[in-house]
């Protein structure tokens, strides 16, 4: 598969064919395969295009079923100083980090003072 048919994959989905620059469109011109993407992505924008018009009424209740099935709205309480895992990923992430500068501090420090010697 040439580049030009890889760029075309690519920008096919969000660039229209009356969008392409020349030298994609030369390329399309010649390659049934791009021709063939370019016409599929049209077609999948005009269907949905077509549904942008379909209102659908979802059932009374499915709002509430469905956020008590992944437990939206349930906030538990918090305290002031409690413990949060993110909290503890957080400052172990820190204490990581530092650690590693001080670690490349150091060997660039021995680095140096070897070089001069």
């Known amino acids: 598969m040439k580049g030009t048919c890889l760029m075309v994959r690519a920008v096919a ?3 229209p064919a009356e969008r392409l620059s020349a030298r994609v469109e030369s390329h399309v011109a010649s390659c049934l395969a791009c021709q063939a993407e370019l016409v599929r992505y ?3 924008r005009r269907q949905l295009a077509a549904l942008a018009d379909v209102a659908e009424v979802a ?3 499915l709002a509430a ?3 008590d099935a992944v437990g939206i709205g349930v906030v538990p309480p918090v305290r002031a100083n409690s413990f949060h895992p ?3 990923i957080a400052a172990a992430s820190a204490v990581a980090v530092a ?3 001080t670690v490349v501090v150091a060997w660039l420090r021995h680095v140096r003072a070897a070089t001069q010697m």
């Open 13 to 15: 989905p969000s660039i």
């Open 42 to 44: 049209a077609r999948l």
């Open 59 to 61: 059932p009374p209740g």
């Open 65 to 67: 079923a469905a956020n």
């Open 86 to 88: 993110a909290r503890a």
């Open 99 to 101: 650690a590693a500068g």
